[in-house]
């Protein structure tokens, strides 16, 4: 066996296929950046990209993600409703979902019942690779039953 098809087996998910993860963002800079950081990353992932609620609806329901990274503040449907409809659907309800954004609506800080991440003066872009790193990681785990991620978490910048 190949060093390459040894490496490509141990980071595929199960069925030789790579994670899907799906970034929902309106803004297409910040989506290039989230989509970088995932490229970045060691484990093998397809990168889907919605620029609204609606779209990424429909391409939730048809390829169902991994993961998903979601900005709460877009027009129209909003990060809260795709949030709501995922949760309220069962086949998505399980989907495990990142917010990424800095404000939610009236400009409070983003909670989220499960897993919340900032500060008062903001995150750098540094920070928010390791936070996405090891939330990756974590999912890389929970997809393979491995109980150690693939490699050391990277410190804040």
């Known amino acids: 066996m190949t060093k390459t098809k040894q490496t490509n087996d141990v980071i595929a998910k199960p069925g030789g296929l790579s994670l899907r993860v799906l970034i929902v963002e309106d803004d297409p800079e910040m989506s290039d950046l989230l989509a970088s950081m995932v490229r970045s990353m060691p484990q093998r992932y397809t990168i889907q990209q919605a620029s609204n609620g609606a779209e990424a609806l429909a391409q939730l329901r048809a390829h169902r993600p991994d993961l998903v990274l979601l900005d709460l503040l877009m027009p129209g449907i909003n990060g809260y409703e795709v949030l709501r409809q995922m949760r309220a659907d069962p086949d998505l309800r399980d989907v495990p979902v990142v917010i990424v954004s800095a404000k939610g609506d009236g400009e409070e800080a983003v909670r989220a019942p499960a ?17 996405l790193r090891a939330m990756l990681d974590a999912l890389v785990i929970c997809s393979s039953g491995d109980t150690a991620p693939a490699h050391p978490a990277a410190t804040p910048a």
Do not use: D, F, I
């Open 115 to 131: 897993l919340g991440v900032g500060r008062a003066s903001g995150l750098t872009v540094g920070e928010v690779v390791s936070c």
